[in-house]
């Protein structure tokens, strides 16, 4: 690994481990996006994935909001449709409508167009740079969070080949094509795996993985399609890191809408787990149990209300989840339409309404 500049602010580190913190470290997903006028700049002027697969510009972007917030941790700028672009899809970001697989996986016939065997050194390589140049870049100011899509959230969006409300095409795959699901899957979680790996060696300091489509599942089909992978990964992750002498950098899972599943996931081999705005904190922290750091969980459309209501709404978040253990952020990504300002009021009432007076 090379050597970076000395971490300044551990803050996001210590409370995913269960450490004392002197106040609660806050993130933001999405926290560079279309909302702040910089990133628009720089996206009239170059493609989604361009951006993604031009270090230089993942890390311009990557550090936009850091030059306005007092953000405890940095995210690369990517997007978790790397995965199948490297397994040999084509994804396109199109405007006013988001990611579009033009050959979206129909049968698992389709299956065979997929390279299973990816070299993720060679297809992702350009997320390792951006990495390892951001890191220098920071000059150890915060972390900065690696991430990468969870296999079932990847299989949805590889099958419906774009968003979708239902998933049914995908989820038809796990009713029709049970084998074939968890082929895919699997094949999916190898890459996942690998893909971290290669995270922590180009200096990523944690890492996130998003579940973003797990409410759309019930119990017993999370437990089958997305927890057995979710866990693997985690599993497999701290095996490999270790045999490379790698650190074990905090984990962190975000399966969002899976309000059945706060044991499971507390247990599921992740340091911290993220939930959405429909969870209440206490309820939370007693479900997933001890020993687990909780991230969240601001409802993003709280953004949309005055300045004093934020700041009201942050206070009983310290109410509810208590000042350690505990990473402050929002309960889903910020959107493109809300006030950088409001954003400010966020971050910077977590930290002073979280300060511990010791
Ligand atoms: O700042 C950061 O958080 C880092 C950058 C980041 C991350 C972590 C982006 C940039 N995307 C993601 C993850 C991601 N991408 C997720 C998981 C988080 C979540 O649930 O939102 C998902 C589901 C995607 C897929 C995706 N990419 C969507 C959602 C589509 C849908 O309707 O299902 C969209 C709109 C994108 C595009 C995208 N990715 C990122 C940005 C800033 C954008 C906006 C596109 C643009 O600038 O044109």
């Known amino acids: 690994m090379a050597d970076f500049p000395e971490l300044k602010n551990d803050l996001l580190l210590r409370a995913a481990r269960g450490e004392t913190v002197e106040r609660v470290p806050v993130w933001v997903m999405r926290q560079a996006g279309r909302y702040l006028p910089e990133f628009r700049a720089t996206r009239e002027k170059h493609d989604f994935f361009t951006i993604c697969r031009t270090p230089e510009l993942a890390c311009e972007v990557t550090l936009q909001p850091l030059a306005r917030f007092d953000l405890d941790a940095a995210i690369i700028f990517s997007d978790i449709l790397v995965v199948p672009q490297a397994m040999g899809m084509t994804v396109e970001m199109v405007k006013g409508k988001g990611p579009h697989f033009p050959e979206r996986l129909d049968s698992p016939e389709d299956m065979k167009k997929l390279s299973l065997s990816v070299d993720v050194d060679k297809e992702l390589g350009y997320v390792f740079s951006a990495i390892s140049l951001t890191r220098r870049r920071l000059e150890g100011k915060v972390p900065l969070i690696g991430f ?3 296999p079932w959230t990847l299989m949805s969006y590889m099958i419906e080949g774009g968003g979708s409300n239902t998933i049914s095409r995908a989820k ?5 094509h049970k084998d074939a699901s968890h082929q895919l899957l699997q094949a999916i979680t190898d890459v996942c795996v690998e893909y971290l790996e290669g995270q922590v060696k180009a200096g990523a300091q944690a890492l996130q993985v998003f579940e973003s489509h797990a409410g759309i599942l019930g119990t017993k089909q999370f437990e089958e399609f ?16 270790q045999q490379s002498g790698l650190p074990n950098v905090p984990l962190i899972v975000f399966a969002k809408g899976a309000h059945y599943a706060l044991p499971d996931l507390g247990s599921s081999g992740y340091d911290v787990v993220g939930i959405d705005w429909t969870h209440d904190p206490s309820e939370a922290r007693r479900a997933v149990g001890g020993g687990v750091c909780l991230q969240g969980n601001l409802d993003p459309c709280a953004l949309y209300g005055s300045k004093e209501d934020i700041v009201g709404r942050v206070q009983e978040m310290v109410r509810g989840f208590g000042r350690q253990s505990w990473i402050a952020n929002l309960g889903h990504g910020i959107y493109p339409d809300m006030d950088p300002e409001h954003l400010k009021v966020f971050v910077d009432s977590v930290h002073s309404l979280s300060q511990q007076s010791v």
């Open 172 to 176: 038809a795959w796990l009713y029709r």
């Open 148 to 150: 990468c899509g969870a």
């Open 226 to 241: 997305s927890l057995l992978y979710l866990t693997q990964i985690a599993n497999k992750l701290r095996e490999r890191l």
